[in-house]
């Protein structure tokens, strides 16, 4: 199965959690294989850029090639963690871009498409809870794991414009370019409040913000190293970070 990445103590012995979504899941794969090595846990992990996770339904950004493609992998996904008894999921994608996509949204079910923004908040909310009543079926839980803060330059711009600055400067100045807590929380709002707003037994939502910002600023990182690779995506660096949130998670999959 070259379409799955092996994550942590293997052993010969089944996953006990997956990995999926679009290329944030992809950058954050690091912090798992990490969290999974500290706590001895075995997992898989499978994601596909541009490809919104939830199953169900479609945002219409995509050819008509790449939508099959699409479909096809979550479906795919769905089945091995089926196959396999994978009892916990984790999901992380560029949430913001796809709630609040300027495209249209197909419900899968009945080929409906919508393009207000209030159907598609609603059609997005069912899916959602579709998607989270699907694995409950199958004996699955599923953890949507916030995106992370979206930088207002790439981490090169701004680094070039530290450096260029004397070292007394630079710190100070690094902090100043990186997104202010602030502006993050304003653009996560719809979809922690869409998140938030779902309960359900086999489902948990981990806004992972206070690992990325302090009081006032969600650095781009420090002045040895980049916590992104673009102005979204994690580095190495980045999902190092995120790893000691899913230290704690993978801690309570061990008995």
């Known amino acids: 199965t070259n379409w799955l990445c092996s994550i942590g103590q293997t052993n010969g012995k089944q996953p006990d959690f997956a990995v ?87 419900d899968i079910n009945s080929g409906k498409n919508f393009t207000s923004a209030a159907e598609k908040q609603l059609l997005y909310s069912k899916a959602l809870k579709n998607t989270i009543d699907a694995y409950k079926a199958i004996g699955t839980k599923l953890t949507i794991i916030s995106q992370v803060p979206t930088q207002e330059q790439f981490a090169w711009q701004i680094y070039h414009q530290v450096f260029a600055k004397p070292k007394s400067h630079r710190s100070n100045l690094l902090r100043d370019l990186s997104v202010s807590k602030a502006k993050h929380l304003e653009k996560q709002l719809e979809t922690t409040k ?56 993978l801690n309570n999959l061990t008995p």
């Open 194 to 249: 869409l998140f938030n707003n779902i309960v359900n037994t086999s489902y948990k939502y981990i806004d992972i913000s206070d690992k990325f910002c302090d009081h006032k600023t969600c650095p781009v990182g420090t002045l040895k190293y980049s916590y992104y690779f673009d102005t979204h995506h994690l580095s190495k660096h980045g999902a190092e970070r995120l790893s000691q949130q899913l230290i704690k998670e």
């Open 20 to 106: 999926t979504g679009d290329s944030h899941a992809m950058a954050a794969i690091h912090g798992f294989k990490k969290a999974a090595v500290a706590t001895n846990t075995h997992g898989v992990a499978s994601a596909l850029p541009g490809c919104n996770p939830i199953l169900g339904m479609m945002i219409n950004n995509m050819s008509e090639r790449d939508v099959k493609v699409c479909t096809d992998f979550k479906l795919r996904f769905f089945n091995y963690v089926k196959q396999n008894h994978i009892t916990q999921v984790f999901i992380l994608a560029r949430w913001n871009t796809l709630i609040n996509s300027e495209f249209s949204f197909t």
